[in-house]
């Protein structure tokens, strides 16, 4: 059975910083990485390509780096410089050949 796992989010100053952690059971591996803010639709922040690229939302570009570890199915997000527009759950995605696989989110908050 899948699963997905999110951890790390927590209350932060601005201008602080969050490593967010994915972990996946099920031989899946999560690539992409969203957020949402209660009453709007779900936003991609960032992911990673089957060629290791990766790409991010205008929003967060250089500040977050997204990063995995297929071998031990994990997937990070490198939260820098965060800002009180940062404030969101967030959630890892995964797909696999037909279903594709969400956490059940870690929420971030950023004060100002």
């Known amino acids: 059975q899948v699963q997905l796992v999110e951890s790390g989010g927590g209350l932060v100053q601005a201008g602080g910083t969050l490593r967010l952690l994915c972990t996946a059971t099920?031989?899946?591996?999560?690539n992409a990485w969203y957020r949402q803010v209660p009453g709007k639709q779900r936003e991609l922040v960032a992911t990673?390509?089957?060629?290791?690229?990766?790409r991010y939302a205008d929003s967060v570009k250089g500040r977050f780096t997204i990063s995995r570890d297929n071998a031990k199915h994990l997937l990070y997000l490198q939260m820098n410089s965060l800002k009180s527009e940062d404030t969101a759950v967030y959630y890892c995605?995964?797909?696999?050949?037909?279903?594709?696989?969400w956490g059940r989110g870690t929420q971030v908050t950023v004060s100002s």
């Open positions: 995605y995964g797909r696999g050949q037909i279903t594709t696989y």
């Open positions: 099920g031989n899946i591996n999560p």
């Open positions: 990673l390509t089957d060629g290791g690229s990766t």
